[in-house]
């Protein structure tokens, strides 16, 4: 089930869906503590319970964390199990961008 725009994770509000890969959705949404627009990876259920899949889903963040490259910045959070009021899904990471 895809995320609608005004849905809310954590301080993040979804604007709208920007693709899907093996690991899950990436949606364009807005951190409403710090006032930017960022890139949230959520992962279905099937795969936030999969002790391997979310080892390599952790692995990623810290990858994306070492990044230094001009319009690609480094993963801002990633938060397991982290629980949306208007969602079922529940790990999400956010990677800020300035080309979100």
């Given at each position: 089930?895809?995320?609608?725009?005004?849905?809310?994770?954590?301080?993040?509000?979804?604007?709208?869906?920007?693709?899907?890969?093996?690991?899950?959705?990436?949606?364009?949404?807005?951190?409403?503590?710090?006032?930017?627009d960022v890139a949230?990876?959520?992962?279905?259920?099937?795969?936030?319970?999969?002790?391997?899949?979310?080892?390599?889903?952790?692995?990623?963040?810290?990858?994306?964390?070492?990044?230094?490259?001009?319009?690609?910045?480094?993963?801002?959070?990633?938060?397991?199990?982290?629980?949306?009021?208007?969602?079922?899904?529940?790990?999400?990471?956010?990677?800020?961008?300035?080309?979100?």
């Amino acid at each position: 089930m895809a995320l609608t725009s005004g849905t809310k994770l954590g301080p993040y509000e979804i604007q709208s869906a920007l693709g899907t890969g093996g690991m899950g959705e990436v949606y364009r949404a807005h951190d409403t503590r710090l006032g930017r627009d960022v890139a949230v990876k959520v992962l279905p259920d099937s795969v936030a319970t999969d002790a391997d899949r979310l080892l390599r889903f952790e692995q990623e963040a810290r990858v994306l964390g070492t990044l230094s490259y001009p319009n690609c910045w480094p993963s801002t959070t990633s938060a397991p199990k982290a629980k949306s009021t208007t969602s079922s899904r529940n790990t999400w990471k956010v990677r800020r961008s300035a080309n979100v």
